[in-house]
């Protein structure tokens, strides 16, 4: 089955991740964020696992353990399925159910103290053993599920375990896997076993464990990942570089240069025709307006004098722009305003020039 192939009726939702490289375009935005445990903004269901699969993605990536391209389909909550199913061109598929390792009494205390500012002392001692224990009682809870013949559709299917309990910031997870030992009871129903706590992921906690650290992954934190990115740069460590992804960001940063010069030039000619073609509302904001806009514009050619070629080839499309925008502000009939642009580059630039009769604005 191909991953064009399958389709995921009801289902939440449904990517392609084709390459390495392009993991976090293809999953746009998908479980970057979470939101808070209460409020009107509370998290979903859905949002939690979407953010913790992220994280496994990540940790896959980084250690080479997810071919590509692979389908993600995101499951409607459909007992004894698991939450998500990734399907390869070659007829492979795997499923990924998520559960989470948390005493109720915790979860009640996180959601109660949500809205309260300032530090919060949990009521709970830090406990190597008691975190290994809520682990073992969230993984029991699946396999006991697995038994009863659930997460049996894909050929195979991993648990994840996302890590939420009272200890789980203050105890070494080395510590605690440690303690958990490997106990014939919870292995050998799903393919592997997987542990989320805070910044790292513990792949395969039953068998080749791996850690992973994903604190500076360009999916998941993007500002670490700069930092990262500019200190092994700084280090002269090339060959550890993103060279893909600071590829994109660099294009994506001239993209988003030209696309603010547009934006000025735009709100240029806005004003310009608003200022010429209706004095009677002249008037200091308009004024500030067409200051801010050149401004703006000076800016950016006098820090990247390149753009100024790339400018003026722009003038007739924002000038279309501008001059339909003119037309719905003034309430004046579209033709009132020339067809091209009256305007001459040097013109647009000149912090003097004004178009229109010289009569006074209005004291606003």
């Not at 809870?141 to 894909?154: A, H």
């Not at 960001?249 to 000025?264: I, K, P, Q």
């Not at 501008?322 to 020339?338: V, Y």
């Amino acid at each position: 089955m191909s991953v064009a192939e399958k389709t995921a009726p009801g289902g939440r939702w449904h990517r392609t991740l084709y390459t390495a490289d392009t993991l976090a375009d293809d999953l746009a935005g998908i479980g970057t964020w979470v939101g808070p445990c209460a409020g009107p903004h509370r998290r979903s269901q859905g949002e939690k696992e979407d953010f913790v699969l992220l994280r496994l993605l990540v940790a896959w990536k980084k250690e080479n353990k997810l071919d590509f391209p692979v389908a993600v389909f995101a499951e409607t909550d459909t007992e004894g399925e698991p939450d998500f199913t990734l399907s390869w061109n070659d007829g492979r598929s795997l499923g990924v159910e998520v559960s989470e390792a948390g005493k109720e009494d915790y979860q009640a205390w996180l959601t109660a103290t949500a809205g309260e500012s300032g530090a919060k002392l949990a009521p709970f001692e830090p406990s190597t053993p008691e975190a290994a224990e809520e682990i073992r009682k969230a993984i029991e809870k699946k396999v006991t599920k697995y038994n009863s013949e659930s997460y049996r559709r894909p050929d195979a299917c991993d648990l994840l375990i996302y890590d939420n309990s009272a200890h789980g910031a203050f105890v070494d997870k080395r510590q605690v896997l440690d303690a958990l030992g490997l106990p014939n009871d919870l292995m050998g129903r799903f393919r592997q076993i997987h542990l989320f706590s805070a910044a790292t992921v513990y792949l395969d906690i039953f068998g080749d464990r791996r850690i992973v650290g994903i604190s500076n992954a360009y999916e998941v934190d993007y500002a670490e990942w700069i930092f990262d990115q500019v200190e092994r740069l700084r280090r002269g460590q090339i060959d550890r570089l993103e060279l893909t992804n600071i590829a994109e960001e660099m294009a994506d940063l001239g993209r988003s240069e030209r696309r603010t010069v547009a934006s000025h030039l735009k709100n240029l000619l806005l004003h310009l025709l608003k200022w010429q073609f209706q004095p009677e509302r002249r008037g200091r904001s308009w004024r500030v307006s067409i200051y801010n806009a050149r401004s703006g514009i000076y800016e950016r050619l006098t820090e990247s004098p390149s753009l100024r070629s790339w400018l003026w080839d722009q003038v007739a499309r924002q000038y279309d722009h501008a001059r339909g925008a003119a037309a719905i502000e003034t309430e004046l009939p579209l033709d009132t305003f020339p067809e091209t642009c009256p305007y001459q580059p040097e013109q647009l630039v000149n912090s003097e020039f004004m178009p229109g009769p010289e009569d006074a604005e209005r004291d606003d």
